[in-house]
């Protein structure tokens, strides 16, 4: 029945009642307000009363009939009347006896059978002490019954006895929409002594109905301990249904006396059915707070772990302990929804722009509960209905939820509403211009106008691929073939990324097809040598113009001593790249020398020679060229040192020669130097007188 926690359940109270005495002249025996028995009002109450001897009895019958009062109803089991009473001390202290039990009238309806259900013993065994109690009255498969009695008996003392009834229901299936979490009833009294020491100062209970009225700040019921008493009071509310595993009971209380101890003077406990089932409950589950605006006010609530429906408050129960606690309010709670985001716990985040789909869903998903998601704290009109809310195409910027857990079939048990933000920030975007490069060579790629915060990742597939860099250039390896690649953007910050990566093409052109360069690899300073390349079209230049120049038809000229790369080059076209080739040519200095004066002999002399000296560039060898047909040329002669020896025709003529003096060094470089040769006339011959006795 209690598992059934989706269905309601309303009571249906037993409305017609009658009562039957036995009495003799020795005994007293009335029935006070008996209509109160079956007013439906669980706080109000007809009275027994009993002064009797052995075998007096007074019982009260409470019986169902329909709504107009006349047809009898008939209950059938298996199922449950539960009868509302309570026994005084005075009972418990009398020894009275009590009997609950059924009855049923036969088919002619002229006899009334009656079955017992509980005894004195099993009665007292219940209650434990003074106060109220529910008594479940159990009919089997097959038993009926038209209604409840509770019959007192005197005993051998002429004690007065007495107990308040206040009514008996059954459990019915209806469609009425309950306030599931409000209790309908409260059960209080005191226990765990049933006969108390005379004189003692025990504990009490008044205005129990104020616990679960509609002022929960403001009425309130007290439970007082009796000072060095070990019997606690006690008030436990029922509700009119039971809870949903997950719920919190909640009390709101003020505490008079001190020693205020939750599980030490004071006992919270949730029970299950009247039969006093308990849930589990610790006190490591307990939250106590204040309530604003009320600042004697203590809220305690904690969540239970199965059902319950009804939740006792009990004080006192242990030495020293004394004084008085208000019940100001107790009530069952529906927990606040625990918000998942994409499966993870948390109330925000940030997500993506373009992201498929972002997931809100409920942690702590209960049965018989229905949660709606809100655009606001206040609206009633649902963006959805379930426990997980798919969010798409949500825009860039901050959306916020609400979401709100409801019992199913209640009135009034809905949860405060919990706040979800999804921060949907924007994409990075990217781009990258298309590159070319030459055959056997690297292109480096260049994202375009760099963002500050955003990372750049460049991969060789468009998607997933080999992450090859994180910079804003990348560097290709050497290429042979036409080869794409692809960057995207990440936002440090915020995580997102590009929607797409931009793609890069490197278009790799062939090297122009480019024929190698002849020539003379060694000029003289000075000097030319002329450089060809079968290649048209190309032009010359040289890498040092400071050692050789060379002007566009190849020629080189040498400048300084030194080696130099004369170039020759292809331009580059939409089809092929340019090309070069290198020549390397080195440039040598020419041979000197510092030549004495012009010689000069007298005619008729058949040689002469030149001086020098400072020679410099290792000249090794020399020519002497005449520009006289008289004399003999002088090819590649080596050079002798200090002085250059050379033939004079004898019958030459006085008179002046010019002649070019070329020398040459190892290199194969060559200076030239003009000299003249001055033939002098010779004096005649003079007239001589020679003694006879000299020699000639």
Same mark, same amino acid.
């Given at each position: 029945?209690?598992?059934?926690?989706?269905?309601?359940?309303?009571?249906?109270?037993?409305?017609?009642?009658?009562?039957?005495?036995?009495?003799?002249?020795?005994?007293?025996?009335?029935?006070?307000?008996?209509?109160?028995?079956?007013?439906?009002?669980?706080?109000?109450?007809?009275?027994?009363?009993?002064?009797?001897?052995?075998?007096?009895?007074?019982?009260?019958?409470?019986?169902?009939?329909?709504?107009?009062?006349?047809?009898?109803?008939?209950?059938?089991?298996?199922?449950?009347?539960?009868?509302?009473?309570?026994?005084?001390?005075?009972?418990?202290?009398?020894?009275?006896?009590?009997?609950?039990?059924?009855?049923?009238?036969?088919?002619?309806?002229?006899?009334?059978?009656?079955?017992?259900?509980?005894?004195?013993?099993?009665?007292?065994?219940?209650?434990?002490?003074?106060?109220?109690?529910?008594?479940?009255?159990?009919?089997?498969?097959?038993?009926?019954?038209?209604?409840?009695?509770?019959?007192?008996?005197?005993?051998?003392?002429?004690?007065?006895?007495?107990?308040?009834?206040?009514?008996?229901?059954?459990?019915?299936?209806?469609?009425?929409?309950?306030?599931?979490?409000?209790?309908?009833?409260?059960?209080?009294?005191?226990?765990?002594?049933?006969?108390?020491?005379?004189?003692?100062?025990?504990?009490?209970?008044?205005?129990?109905?104020?616990?679960?009225?509609?002022?929960?700040?403001?009425?309130?019921?007290?439970?007082?301990?009796?000072?060095?008493?070990?019997?606690?009071?006690?008030?436990?509310?029922?509700?009119?249904?039971?809870?949903?595993?997950?719920?919190?009971?909640?009390?709101?209380?003020?505490?008079?006396?001190?020693?205020?101890?939750?599980?030490?003077?004071?006992?919270?406990?949730?029970?299950?059915?009247?039969?006093?089932?308990?849930?589990?409950?610790?006190?490591?589950?307990?939250?106590?707070?204040?309530?604003?605006?009320?600042?004697?006010?203590?809220?305690?609530?904690?969540?239970?772990?199965?059902?319950?429906?009804?939740?006792?408050?009990?004080?006192?129960?242990?030495?020293?302990?004394?004084?008085?606690?208000?019940?100001?309010?107790?009530?069952?709670?529906?927990?606040?929804?625990?918000?998942?985001?994409?499966?993870?716990?948390?109330?925000?985040?940030?997500?993506?722009?373009?992201?498929?789909?972002?997931?809100?869903?409920?942690?702590?998903?209960?049965?018989?509960?229905?949660?709606?998601?809100?655009?606001?704290?206040?609206?009633?009109?649902?963006?959805?209905?379930?426990?997980?809310?798919?969010?798409?195409?949500?825009?860039?910027?901050?959306?916020?939820?609400?979401?709100?857990?409801?019992?199913?079939?209640?009135?009034?048990?809905?949860?405060?509403?919990?706040?979800?933000?999804?921060?949907?920030?924007?994409?990075?975007?990217?781009? =990258? @211009?298309?590159? #070319?490069? +030459?055959?056997? $060579? %690297?292109?480096?790629?260049?994202?375009? *106008?760099? &963002?500050? /915060?955003?990372?750049?990742?460049?991969?060789?597939?468009?998607?997933?691929?080999?992450?090859?860099?994180?910079?804003?250039?990348?560097?290709?390896?050497?290429?042979?073939?036409?080869?794409?690649?692809?960057?995207?953007?990440?936002?440090?910050?915020?995580?997102?990324?590009?929607?797409?990566?931009?793609?890069?093409?490197?278009?790799?052109?062939?090297?122009?097809?480019?024929?190698?360069?002849?020539?003379?690899?060694?000029?003289?300073?000075?000097?030319?040598?002329?450089?060809?390349?079968?290649?048209?079209?190309?032009?010359?230049?040289?890498?040092?113009?400071?050692?050789?120049?060379?002007?566009?038809?190849?020629?080189?000229?040498?400048?300084?001593?030194?080696?130099?790369?004369?170039?020759?080059?292809? =331009? @580059?076209?939409? #089809?092929? +790249?340019?090309? $070069? %080739?290198?020549?390397?040519?080195?440039? *040598?200095? &020419?041979? /000197?020398?510092?030549?004495?004066?012009?010689?000069?002999?007298?005619?008729?002399?058949?040689?002469?020679?030149?001086?020098?000296?400072?020679?410099?560039?290792?000249?090794?060898?020399?020519?002497?060229?005449?520009?006289?047909?008289?004399?003999?040329?002088?090819?590649?002669?080596?050079?002798?040192?200090?002085?250059?020896?050379?033939?004079?025709?004898?019958?030459?003529?006085?008179?002046?020669?010019?002649?070019?003096?070329?020398?040459?060094?190892?290199?194969?470089?060559?200076?030239?130097?003009?000299?003249?040769?001055?033939?002098?006339?010779?004096?005649?011959?003079?007239?001589?007188?020679?003694?006879?006795?000299?020699?000639?």
């Amino acid at each position: 029945m209690y598992a059934q926690a989706c269905a309601n359940q309303s009571r249906v109270y037993a409305n017609s009642q009658f009562f039957e005495r036995n009495i003799n002249f020795l005994s007293t025996g009335t029935v006070n307000d008996p209509s109160n028995a079956v007013d439906e009002d669980p706080f109000t109450s007809s009275n027994l009363y009993l002064q009797a001897v052995l075998g007096a009895d007074i019982t009260q019958f409470l019986e169902f009939r329909e709504a107009n009062k006349i047809t009898r109803k008939v209950i059938s089991g298996p199922n449950t009347i539960y009868v509302k009473l309570s026994l005084p001390s005075t009972f418990l202290n009398a020894g009275g006896a009590i009997e609950i039990g059924t009855f049923r009238y036969t088919t002619s309806g002229t006899a009334k059978i009656q079955t017992l259900k509980y005894n004195g013993t099993t009665v007292v065994g219940l209650v434990g002490g003074p106060g109220t109690v529910e008594i479940p009255v159990q009919l089997t498969s097959g038993e009926q019954a038209n209604g409840v009695y509770v019959k007192l008996t005197g005993g051998i003392l002429s004690i007065p006895i007495s107990t308040d009834i206040y009514g008996a229901y059954v459990l019915e299936n209806t469609t009425e929409i309950p306030d599931c979490d409000k209790g309908v009833d409260v059960i209080s009294g005191l226990s765990d002594n049933a006969v108390l020491p005379v004189g003692s100062a025990f504990g009490s209970v008044s205005g129990e109905a104020n616990a679960i009225d509609a002022s929960p700040f403001t009425t309130y019921a007290s439970l007082s301990a009796g000072l060095n008493v070990l019997n606690s009071a006690y008030l436990t509310a029922v509700f009119a249904r039971a809870s949903v595993p997950g719920d919190s009971a909640k009390v709101i209380i003020e505490n008079l006396g001190g020693g205020l101890n939750l599980f030490g003077g004071l006992g919270i406990q949730t029970y299950l059915g009247a039969n006093g089932l308990t849930s589990a409950t610790t006190a490591s589950g307990i939250v106590s707070k204040s309530v604003p605006g009320y600042p004697n006010l203590t809220e305690i609530s904690f969540a239970i772990n199965s059902s319950f429906d009804r939740v006792r408050i009990s004080y006192g129960g242990a030495l020293g302990i004394s004084g008085t606690v208000r019940i100001y309010n107790v009530t069952k709670v529906i927990p606040k929804p625990v918000p998942l985001i994409d499966g993870a716990l948390a109330v925000t985040k940030d997500v993506c722009f373009a992201v498929p789909s972002t997931v809100l869903s409920v942690n702590n998903i209960q049965s018989c509960t229905t949660y709606n998601w809100y655009a606001d704290q206040t609206t009633t009109t649902s963006l959805h209905t379930g426990p997980t809310y798919i969010l798409t195409g949500l825009s860039v910027g901050t959306h916020t939820y609400y979401v709100q857990s409801k019992r199913d079939n209640c009135t009034a048990s809905i949860s405060e509403r919990v706040k979800v933000t999804i921060n949907v920030n924007p994409l990075p975007t990217v781009s =990258a @211009a298309n590159t #070319t490069t +030459c055959s056997g $060579s %690297t292109a480096t790629l260049f994202v375009d *106008n760099p &963002v500050t /915060g955003i990372a750049y990742r460049w991969y060789d597939l468009a998607t997933n691929g080999t992450l090859l860099t994180t910079a804003t250039t990348y560097s290709t390896p050497v290429l042979t073939a036409n080869r794409m690649y692809y960057v995207e953007a990440y936002n440090t910050t915020t995580g997102c990324i590009s929607s797409s990566r931009a793609a890069v093409n490197v278009i790799v052109l062939p090297v122009a097809v480019l024929n190698g360069t002849s020539g003379s690899a060694s000029v003289c300073v000075g000097s030319t040598s002329t450089l060809t390349n079968t290649t048209s079209g190309g032009t010359w230049s040289s890498l040092n113009t400071n050692v050789a120049t060379v002007n566009s038809t190849g020629e080189v000229l040498g400048v300084a001593a030194g080696t130099t790369t004369i170039r020759y080059s292809i =331009a @580059a076209t939409s #089809t092929a +790249c340019a090309n $070069s %080739t290198d020549f390397s040519v080195n440039v *040598n200095m &020419v041979p /000197g020398l510092t030549i004495g004066s012009d010689p000069e002999i007298c005619a008729g002399f058949i040689s002469s020679s030149l001086s020098y000296t400072n020679s410099q560039y290792n000249p090794v060898s020399y020519s002497i060229t005449w520009s006289s047909t008289d004399f003999t040329n002088v090819n590649d002669q080596p050079l002798p040192a200090n002085n250059i020896p050379f033939d004079v025709p004898a019958h030459i003529s006085p008179g002046t020669y010019p002649a070019v003096l070329t020398i040459k060094n190892d290199r194969g470089c060559s200076t030239s130097i003009n000299f003249n040769l001055k033939v002098n006339q010779r004096p005649p011959a003079p007239h001589v007188l020679v003694p006879i006795s000299s020699q000639y």
